[in-house]
């Protein structure tokens, strides 16, 4: 999610891994173009597909209603302020940003005035879940028509400091802050969880439902997992280090085996202050390294300057600098207590949020599970969004029992199978083969690290980017979202781009470097990402095999060095972001945050068929004297990859859930109109985006993050 929010400070781009693994070869210099990357000739030849060997011990099958066919006309791109959809199919805005919680909440004004943001639908819908309710309020698997919709509220459209949007004039774009500005900003991010209902024709949200309900930035949290008790989580909230207060900047979401939502802490970093001396106040402390490996640096500018707020405990926990002789007399530690993956039960307003450390501390997105299998762990995966990090895999201590598939207390069994287990990275070889490489003090490499200092797996959990930094995993391109397809098991994950991708640094998994022209601007690196997929002989097992799914493109692009899917009209797209499988009919679903080819197109959602790894060949490209081989999945065609939906200006198109029968489909519409100058807040010709008001979902003119529920006029499947 690339949003430069400032001039000079990009927070969704961070860029802090300076590790060495792997190690490159000699720096080589390489300037490709758009149309013609290296004069002197990348070649591409295609060459044996890798051998694909049946999966054991994965639980597989066909999707009870599985979609083998394409069945709808592709969308074709547009750059207009509206959403489209296939003839035949109908999108409704069901739940914007504002809209009431409870039935004594006052109807969204959306002028900038409101209030109570703590029983509103929050900024920036992100991913989403889908929970089934029964006609007697209670869990379900298989209830179409009713149900509870449980989704992040990743960030806020600003622009010097300031949320504008949900300020009347716009808000103070300075320091200090006005303590009632951040008190709103405080409350739009987080979670939400509402009530939604079909009638047969039409979708609503229930506003006084009693399963609605809001986690902020000031909701308790529970710290479960190795880094319980850790004094790195010690603060002034928390003495014990046990307790945290809120999520923040969650992004991608999962839904656990056992029922519950699950949501990953992604650009929390960039929420903190601590001032240019803080480095040396903390002397020799480890947690300097830390820090800057965190993205954090002494003196760097917060996101909001939410620290600026006042005295009070809500505004000053946002300053991690070592201000007080001990860590229970500040919150040094707070940022420390940020970037894990959160775990909520959707049917139990007044159950404690969750926050899971053996899952690891980093730049989250989502979780998706493989398909537990009675008597064997639980799996997890996992990504890292920035640029040059890792992806990763949990692996539960406990075996899977599938009564607890219905358990009567959701978050016991969360804490049974996410709480003890191992964390993994993974490291991506050149032929084509790969190894998950244990994040634990087990392993001699961790316990024994000169790079930093672990002492127990309590260390490993918040200080996991330097536990997989030092056994080596490969730096891929941004990892974003991940699934695993309900057909055959395997785990894809999107890479969504890399400005820092170089000839020198191209690898087998991350092997395009080429420029690009938006208009006159030349973009460089891997600029338009790609899709990474794997399979392993089980889930719990320590190798795999892996081949690049999809290579995103523009479809003119030269078909030798940029175009390798074979990208048209149809299915051509750029950063590769959210990505689910449909349960129900197997589709894979694939939805972009771009700032590539937004001079050609808004952001889209497209529909993939896709084969397994080792469909396809090896394809190399050359850089000067450098030759990087890499494995490709088969060329796509607009049979096996097609644009489902376009979104309006400025939106990126992201988090996706269906109904169990796959024929109502919800899709979030986040930051509509984010190129609107705040200047301009109260002039709404100018605003980029007028959407969703000018679709009929009002009141006022400012552009607003929403949810949209989408159904096929015959009343059919989804896809189909």
């Not at 004039?169 to 900003?185: I, N, Q, T, W």
């Not at 009638?199 to 506003?207: A, D, E, L, M, V």
């Not at 672990?454 to 200080?463: E, G, S």
Request: glycine share 10%.
């Amino acid at each position: 999610m690339t949003h430069e929010l400032r001039p000079g400070v990009v927070f969704n781009e961070e860029d802090s891994n300076t590790s060495p693994n792997p190690a490159f070869e000699q720096v080589l210099q390489a300037r490709l173009s758009r149309r013609s990357l290296l004069r002197s000739g990348a070649g591409v030849a295609g060459a044996t597909a890798l051998g694909a060997t049946a999966l054991s011990g994965c639980a597989t099958g066909a999707p009870a209603h599985a979609v083998n066919t394409l069945g709808f006309k592709a969308v074709s791109k547009h750059v207009n302020d509206v959403l489209t959809v296939p003839e035949g199919y109908t999108a409704q805005v069901l739940y914007g940003l504002g809209d009431p919680l409870s039935g004594d909440t006052p109807a969204f004004k959306n002028d900038g005035t409101d209030t109570d943001w703590g029983r509103r639908a929050g900024d920036h819908h992100d991913g989403i879940e889908w929970f089934s309710l029964d006609a007697n309020s209670q869990p379900s698997n298989t209830f179409n028509s009713r149900g509870l919709l449980a989704m992040n509220h990743e960030a806020t459209t600003d622009e010097k400091l300031t949320s504008f949007f949900i300020h009347a004039d716009g808000g103070k774009a300075s320091l200090p802050r006005p303590a009632a500005e951040v008190d709103k900003e405080l409350m739009i991010h987080g979670l939400s969880v509402v009530e939604v209902q079909s009638n047969g024709k039409t979708w609503s949200y229930k506003t006084n439902s009693p399963f609605n309900r809001r986690v902020t930035t000031m909701t308790e949290a529970v710290i479960s997992g190795p880094a319980r008790g850790s004094t790195h989580l010690v603060t002034k909230y928390s003495a014990d280090g046990t307790r945290a207060r809120g999520t923040l900047n969650n992004c991608g979401t999962g839904k656990t085996p056992w029922g519950t939502f699950v949501s990953g802490e992604e650009n929390w970093f960039g929420y903190f202050f601590r001032d240019a001396q803080d480095d040396d106040r903390r002397k020799k402390d480890k947690q300097v390294q830390a820090l800057n490996r965190y993205g954090r640096k002494a003196g760097a500018a917060s996101r909001h300057g939410w620290e600026s707020g006042g005295a009070d405990d809500r505004f000053v926990r946002w300053n991690n600098g070592a201000l007080a002789a001990s860590a229970q007399e500040d919150y040094r530690n707070e940022m420390n207590t940020f970037g894990y993956v959160v775990e909520l039960d959707p049917y139990n307003p007044k159950a404690v949020l969750r926050k899971r450390t053996a899952l690891g501390r980093m730049g989250h997105e989502n979780v998706t599970f493989a398909k537990p299998v009675a008597g064997q762990p639980v799996v997890a995966y996992m990504g890292d969004d920035a640029r040059g990090e890792y992806i990763y895999k949990f692996v539960s201590h406990a075996l899977w029992d599938p009564a607890d598939a219905k358990a009567a207390n959701r978050l016991t069994a969360g804490d049974k199978y996410l709480d003890q287990g191992t964390l993994f990275a993974a490291r991506f070889k050149e032929d084509g083969s790969g190894e998950w490489l244990a994040l634990s003090v087990d392993n001699p490499v961790i316990a024994h690290s000169s790079y930093f200092e672990f002492k127990d797996n309590a260390d490993v959990a918040i200080f996991t980017r330097l536990a997989a930094d030092a056994v080596g995993a490969t730096k891929m391109d941004r990892p974003e979202w991940g699934g695993v397809n309900p057909r055959n098991g395997e785990v894809y994950f999107t890479l969504t781009n890399n400005s820092n991708r170089t000839a020198a640094t191209a690898d087998a998994a991350n092997p395009r470097v080429y420029t690009d022209l938006k208009g006159r601007k030349e973009q460089t690196g891997n600029v338009h990402g790609h899709i990474v997929r794997f399979m392993e002989p089980n889930p719990a097992a320590t190798t795999f095999k892996w081949d690049i799914y999809l290579f995103a493109s523009e479809a003119d692009a030269d078909q030798a060095r940029v175009n390798l899917s074979g990208l048209t009209d149809d299915n051509d797209l750029s950063s590769p972001d959210g990505l689910v499988f449909s349960p129900a009919t197997g589709i894979c679903w694939i939805q972009t945050d771009d700032g590539a080819y937004t001079d050609k197109t808004n952001c889209m959602l497209l529909a993939a068929l896709p084969g397994q790894v080792g469909d396809g060949g090896t394809k190399t490209l050359q850089y000067g004297d450098k030759t990087v081989t890499t494995y490709a999945g088969k060329t796509q065609t607009p049979a096996t990859l097609k644009r489902f939906l376009v979104g309006p200006r400025g939106a990126e198109i992201t988090g996706i859930c269906e109904t169990p029968d796959g024929r109502a489909m919800f899709v979030n519409i986040q930051h509509p109109g984010e190129n609107t100058q705040m200047a301009d807040v109260n002039t709404p010709a100018r605003y980029e985006s007028q959407w969703p008001a000018n679709a009929g979902y009002g009141p006022g003119q400012r552009p607003r993050s929403a949810t949209v529920v989408i159904t096929k006029n015959d009343g059919g499947v989804i896809g189909s």
